[in-house]
């Protein structure tokens, strides 16, 4: 007698059980409703949204709020829950479009330093 009835099927994995493909997760997507996801970019869960939300979440978006709880990077999130990027980028712009996470985007670089902060840096290494 066998263990699992869908041992036998393509898409199982002996050793994991079944694999859920990245498109099946979101549903087909791949480009996220906002382009605002830097890899370093931080989310963190919408602790009052979240709490009226209720339970109609996927599980990986329920497993991304519950690791959001304090401010993570975009790259972190994903390989705590050995997700691909580019799915977890989709599925934070649906919790960010129903107000469940909020986004902080680090600031962009002022552009080059200039010749005399160079300098100052250059010497005061010398000086050492």
């Known amino acids: ?3 699992q009835p869908w ?18 997760m979101t549903g ?3 480009v996220p ?20 939300a209720g339970y109609g979440l996927q ?8 690791c959001a709880r304090e401010p993570l990077a975009v790259a972190e999130l994903a390989s705590r829950l050995d997700l691909a990027l580019g799915v977890v980028r989709v599925l934070l712009g649906d919790l960010l479009g129903q107000g469940l996470i909020e986004l902080f985007e680090p ?4 552009g080059l330093p200039s010749e005399g902060v160079l300098r100052a840096v250059i010497n005061g290494l010398r000086a050492l």
Request: hydrophobic share 50%; no cysteine; aromatic share 8%.
């Open 1 to 3: 007698m066998r263990a």
């Open 7 to 24: 041992t036998d099927y393509a898409w199982v994995d002996r050793d994991a059980g079944p694999v859920v493909r990245p498109y099946a």
């Open 28 to 30: 087909g997507r791949v």
């Open 33 to 52: 409703a906002s382009d605002r996801f830097d890899v370093v970019a931080m989310v963190v869960a919408n602790r009052a949204a979240v709490a009226e």
């Open 59 to 66: 599980p990986e978006h329920r497993a991304m709020l519950a």
């Open 107 to 110: 600031p962009a670089a002022g």
